[in-house]
């Protein structure tokens, strides 16, 4: 019998048990076994399908809950533990990309799985490398044209640096090895209210609102990179010309390091080390438009980086006002160790977001239209964030009526913006910005 058979008749047990205990009352072994069922179902182990495993301490951080969004506020209460849940898909999905390039998993199968994970992304990488060598400037121009068109970018609203390099890089600009936490008087100051009668624990909450509000547009942006680095397949047939082996190269390359987030040993050790990495993305807010900088390793991995980029620049319209609170939230959640849970589970809380979005914006014309709501969600107040938030993941109407109201409100206003537009010479006004997002 399946797991989730299994699971789903534990599940019709319980809740047969549970409408006896409301209408007739349980006997004492009843209660016992109900109470036994319920440990068994809340300590539920990864939803496996096949061979496959995550490596064990990934594994036991997630049944454990020692991940950074086992209490985080936004994650809703079930039967079955959220984090859990989300856990088993995405490794699902990542198990079911590799048999999709490979033809088969048995590589990521058995003791020596780990070994001939690396050995194969090493090899891909090495070709992948040799070609784009050859290609370079062409790549790095077509990597900014696509993210412009599929985000919807309008021309003149961002300036981007986008190269390929050859070799591990250092961290990013600001990416910390550890949590920089502030001192609790550092706390209390920074984040008092300005009435007295607000208590100390007051700016404790508030902080730790202002962390969880960051913490998840983190993993938001990181998701919508994660989903974007697959955007390749949609110029297949530039980089056949170029290579034919080339966008099955991609392919690879990317579903086996996608793998290996879930099978790497100690990965957040790797990472706090700030060294090794692939790709990194900053943004120079100094230029005018702001400038999107991303270096990486390969093609896919410069449209991650450039599209991290972007989503950083709507994103920061969710820290604090208060220049002083802000670098408190950032030095406690812009950690390398926590990027990668952000890239484990961050493309499904990406998936869950969009899924909330009204259909329209989805159309080649309105796409622009995403990244001012991106904006104003984050500019929300951090319990309302963290509210609707909560309502977008439970997959409640009402997280979705609220997006639509968004979408709805900035429509209306940059409507409103092109009426005024009529009043004046053309030539006098500038097109709609990004710098005007969530304003």
Request: proline share 5%; glycine share 6%.
């Amino acid at each position: 019998m399946s797991l989730n058979l299994k699971m789903e008749k534990l599940l019709e047990s319980k809740k047969k048990l549970e409408i006896k205990s409301i209408n007739e009352g349980l006997t004492k072994n009843e209660r016992l076994f109900l109470d036994k069922l319920k440990n068994r179902i809340n300590e539920a182990p990864i939803d496996y399908e096949g061979p496959e495993r995550m490596e064990p301490g990934i594994e036991r951080k997630i049944t454990s809950k020692e991940t950074p969004f086992s209490k985080h506020p936004a994650i809703p209460k079930g039967e079955r533990d959220f984090i859990e849940i989300i856990s088993s898909k995405r490794f699902r999905d990542s198990v079911e990309k590799v048999r999709r390039y490979l033809g088969n998993t048995n590589v990521i199968q058995g003791r020596n799985s780990f070994m001939n994970l690396m050995g194969m992304a090493m090899g891909s990488l090495q070709q992948i490398m040799q070609i784009e060598r050859r290609n370079k400037e062409y790549l790095e121009n077509l990597a900014v044209d696509l993210v412009k068109k599929e985000l919807g970018i309008p021309e003149g609203s961002l300036q981007f640096d986008a190269k390929l390099v050859q070799g591990p890089m250092s961290a990013a600009e600001g990416m910390r090895q550890t949590p920089q936490m502030p001192d609790e008087e550092d706390i209390e100051e920074a984040f008092k209210h300005t009435s007295e009668l607000e208590d100390f624990v007051d700016s404790f909450e508030k902080f730790d609102l202002e962390r969880a509000k960051r913490r998840f547009i983190n993993s938001l942006i990181q998701g919508a990179a994660f989903k974007g680095g697959h955007m390749y397949v949609l110029v297949s047939n530039e980089l056949e010309r170029l290579n034919p082996n080339l966008v099955n190269l991609y392919g690879v390359s990317q579903s086996l390091m996608e793998h290996l987030y879930w099978i790497y040993p100690d990965m957040e050790s790797m990472a706090g080390s700030g060294s090794g990495q692939l790709g990194q993305s900053e943004v120079d807010d100094q230029t005018d438009p702001p400038t999107v900088k991303a270096r990486a390793g390969t093609f896919p991995l410069l449209i991650h980086e450039l599209i991290k980029g972007v989503y950083e620049i709507f994103g920061t319209h969710g820290l604090p006002d208060d220049p002083r609170q802000a670098e408190m939230v950032l030095g406690a959640e812009d950690t390398l160790p926590a990027e990668i849970w952000d890239s484990r589970l961050g493309p499904v809380f990406w998936e869950m977001f969009q899924e909330s979005y009204p259909d329209e914006i989805f159309e080649e014309d309105k796409r622009y239209i995403q990244h001012y709501l991106f904006a104003r969600f984050s500019k929300l107040s951090a319990d309302e964030f963290i509210r609707v938030a909560k309502l977008i993941l439970k997959g409640d109407q009402k997280g979705k009526d609220f997006i639509k109201r968004m979408v709805d409100e900035i429509v209306s206003e940059l409507n409103q913006r092109e009426s005024e537009k009529e009043d004046y010479d053309e030539d006098d006004l500038d097109d709609i910005d990004l710098s005007s997002l969530g304003v």
